[in-house]
């Protein structure tokens, strides 16, 4: 699996100035099934951790504010 280094490399992008995990959501850590969402502990903020989305969209239909965007590739739509 390849780590996501930085937030441009990843096609899941949470704004953090919505996300709600410092309140103890893992909705969509918990929907994804390939399990590459995790909660940043220091921030209180959700994350990619892994580059290997199936582009599913479970995490952003399910985010309770809305602050998880999936970016699907032009060749996918």
């Known amino acids: ?12 992008r949470v704004d953090e100035s919505k996300c709600i995990a410092e309140k103890g959501c893992t909705a ?4 994804c ?4 969402l995790a909660i940043d502990l220091t921030k209180g903020k959700a994350f990619m951790k ?4 199936w582009y599913c969209l479970p995490c952003e239909q399910d985010c309770p504010t809305g602050a998880i965007e999936v970016d699907i590739p032009y060749l996918l739509r």
Not at 1 to 12: E, G, K, S, W, Y
Not at 28 to 31: A, E, K, M, R, S
Not at 33 to 36: A, F, N, T
Request: charged share 15%; net charge negative.
């Open 33 to 36: 099934p390939l399990d590459v």
């Open 28 to 31: 969509c850590v918990d929907v």
């Open 1 to 12: 699996m390849t780590l996501a280094l930085t937030a441009t490399q990843v096609p899941v």
């Open 50 to 53: 892994f580059d290997e989305c």
